[in-house]
């Protein structure tokens, strides 16, 4: 058995247990219809076009407002129509003037279909909607900052299970010891990139159905560039997660072991939430390895983003994440045959225990 | 080719405590060897050292005359003494992955565990998760755990150790079994009664170094000073004055005795006939736990 197969077993172990996991499975769920609702309750919710009763003398504008693709109620006069919007059956009148019934606030569907408004030419316009301009960089650093926070901690949790139960010796006298990093790794990448493929074809569908299919092809960049920032982003947490639960014995001990990761994926997730609209803090953000997969897909996503400054990024990223790992298989293997108490980082690093 | 498995000068320190010197001794193939010593004297990390869970410091592992490589471990069956398994997945479910893990196929990994968990009696507990077992049964599991991948040496750490006393005798049948298959067996134990019953070769530690090697009658003769019991109708308390007599044990008419390499016994035994009528005289075969407190003081 070499090296690669016995990661494959390991890593379809992991994989086996955590979907029986009823936990997982909720937490998922959960996420699932999240994002069902996010993306189809606002259609349902907004009720169709606005209703105007129509009534006294107004001439054409009936036939302009349904023209206009409002739903337009003829009444007899123009008591009938303030009456009707006053009980709320309708969201506005038109009565002799013309003038605009409403309750409190105008209704500028029903004005803006009786005026002329000049023509309007935008000449530096918006590329992004406003509302995706807003939501998408909080959904990047969101799935980045939840994945990486749910697959990281099931890392440490499962190394630590091994120490715990002692099944580790059984374990580091079959297979490779890096082996065992690699597998656990592996299935939490695997995992990570399910779920995250599940939640965006549950929100691609739900955009389907509500008809706002132009979102896909605004969105689309990023996600090309979230995907590599992604694995990248979480080999380099999920060696940082890897000795977290190495250097313990107990579960108890891993929150307090994973100070470090936690901070190192909560300042960056912050940083890039507070600071995404400042171009030159961004811009730093794009390159740090800690904050690039959160920060680069984002200005992927508003087009101020150069393609080698991305591939630049990623170098960055990829050479970080290979030294955090080949240390953290170092530490790994120096801590896994420790147990009681907590292993100093510079005892593991120092003892070459297995000849695996 | 030759079955045997070789330490050969291991030393191993833990910081500044040197728990093993120059370890070095022969576990044969087809026979059960014992391996006896007190708390921390190194038979656990002896052990690890010899599955590769921990390196030496000094000396060499060998198997089959060649030293041994993470492949030839492969082979090797292991029941460590802080036994484990995963809580959360059934006997039957991670004794085939430790066999996978072992480089057996799927097919074989699945009928060789449920040949054993059969076997060690867990038949009927198989499916059930690891943690809802009692303690016997998941040392039941751990045990076929340790087999699963047909070993071709077997490294067994406590292995009796919470087990009721039919799971002893499944085990012993096991292993007698794979032993008899030509398998060098390996296996530590405090209780010397289950070692004497057992085992064919012994190795004795003591703080970290090998205090006695070989076959139980080699060491026998070796470390068992010649003894005899003698049983008379009055009391026996003239042998004290017997040359080349060391009376051990002192009860009315009934005496044990070491005797000297060059006295004689023909000649005690005359001397008790001419005291009155004699019951019993007959030598003592020292037993293991007699040899390891000889060989350990």
Not at chain 1, 247 to 261: C, F, M
Request: aromatic share 6%; net charge negative.
């Amino acid at each position: 058995m070499n090296t690669r197969q016995a990661t494959m077993l390991v890593a379809a172990r992991e994989i086996r247990v955590k979907l029986r996991d009823r936990t997982f499975l909720i937490s998922t769920l959960i996420f699932l219809l999240i994002a069902a609702g996010a993306t189809i309750l606002p259609g349902l919710l907004s009720g169709g076009p606005a209703s105007v009763a129509v009534g006294g003398d107004t001439g054409q504008a009936a036939a302009v407002l349904t023209e206009a693709g409002l739903d337009v109620r003829v009444v007899a006069d123009d008591a009938a129509a303030e009456q009707a919007v006053r009980a709320g059956e309708v969201d506005a009148a038109v009565i002799t003037g013309p003038t605009v019934l409403a309750l409190d606030t105008a209704p500028t569907e029903v004005v803006g279909a009786l005026s002329a408004a000049p023509p309007v030419v935008l000449l530096d316009p918006d590329a992004v909607d406003p509302f995706l301009a807003f939501a998408v960089p909080f959904v990047f650093a969101f799935v980045f900052f939840i994945t990486s926070q749910t697959f990281g901690l099931q890392i440490a949790q499962s190394i630590t299970e091994e120490k715990q139960t002692r099944i580790v010796e059984i374990l580091a006298a079959a297979v490779p010891i890096r082996a065992l990093l690699a597998g656990k790794v592996l299935a939490g990448c695997l995992l990570a990139l399910g779920q995250i493929v599940l939640i965006a074809l549950v929100t691609l569908a739900g955009l389907q159905f509500s008809g706002n299919t132009d979102v896909l092809t605004l969105v689309g960049p990023a996600i090309g560039w979230f995907v590599p920032f992604f694995l990248l982003g979480f080999l380099l947490l999920a060696a940082m997660w890897a000795v977290a639960g190495a250097v313990v014995s107990r579960q108890e001990d891993i929150a307090a072991s994973s100070t470090p990761v936690q901070l190192a994926l909560m300042l960056p997730f912050f940083a890039v939430v507070f600071f995404n609209d400042n171009v030159t803090v961004l811009r730093a953000l794009s390159y740090l390895p800690f904050s690039s997969p959160m920060a680069m897909p984002l200005r992927a996503f508003t087009g101020d983003m150069a393609l080698w400054e991305a591939l630049l990024s990623l170098v960055l990223l990829a050479v970080t994440a290979v030294a955090f790992v080949a240390a953290g298989a170092r530490i790994y293997q120096g801590s896994l045959l420790r147990t009681g108490g907590r292993v100093a980082l510079a005892t593991a690093w120092r003892s070459r225990e297995t000849t695996g | 080719m030759t079955s045997v498995l070789r330490l050969d000068g291991v030393d191993r320190s833990f910081g500044d405590r040197q728990v093993l010197r120059d370890v070095t001794f022969d576990v044969h193939g087809g026979r059960m060897t014992g391996f006896v010593g007190g708390n921390g004297a190194g038979k656990t990390t002896t052990m690890r050292i010899i599955l590769g869970v921990l390196a030496p410091d000094r000396g060499e592992v060998s198997w089959q005359g060649a030293p041994l490589t993470r492949d030839g471990r492969h082979r090797f069956g292991y029941l460590p003494e802080e036994r484990g398994l995963y809580p959360k997945m059934t006997a039957r479910e991670q004794v085939t992955y430790l066999g996978r893990l072992h480089g057996l196929d799927a097919a074989t990994a699945r009928r060789n565990t449920d040949e054993l968990l059969a076997r060690v009696g867990l038949d009927a507990r198989g499916d059930d998760l690891l943690e809802t077992l009692s303690l016997g049964n998941q040392q039941r599991a751990q045990v076929a755990a340790a087999l699963v991948h047909e070993p071709e040496v077997l490294v067994l750490d406590e292995p009796f150790s919470g087990l009721d006393p039919t799971a002893v005798d499944t085990l012993v049948s096991v292993l007698r079994e794979r032993a008899a298959a030509g398998v060098p067996v390996l296996f530590s134990s405090h209780q010397l009664d289950v070692v004497e019953r057992l085992c064919d070769d012994l190795v004795i530690i003591a703080d970290g170094a090998i205090r006695a090697a070989g076959s139980r009658e080699e060491l026998r003769a070796a470390y068992g000073q010649p003894r005899y019991t003698l049983v008379v109708d009055s009391d026996a308390g003239w042998l004290r004055d017997q040359p080349g007599v060391t009376l051990v044990d002192l009860d009315g008419p009934r005496a044990v005795f070491d005797l000297d390499a060059d006295a004689d016994d023909q000649q005690v035994l005359r001397a008790a006939l001419a005291r009155g009528p004699v019951r019993a005289f007959h030598p003592v075969t020292p037993t293991i736990a007699e040899i390891f407190r000889e060989v350990t003081q």
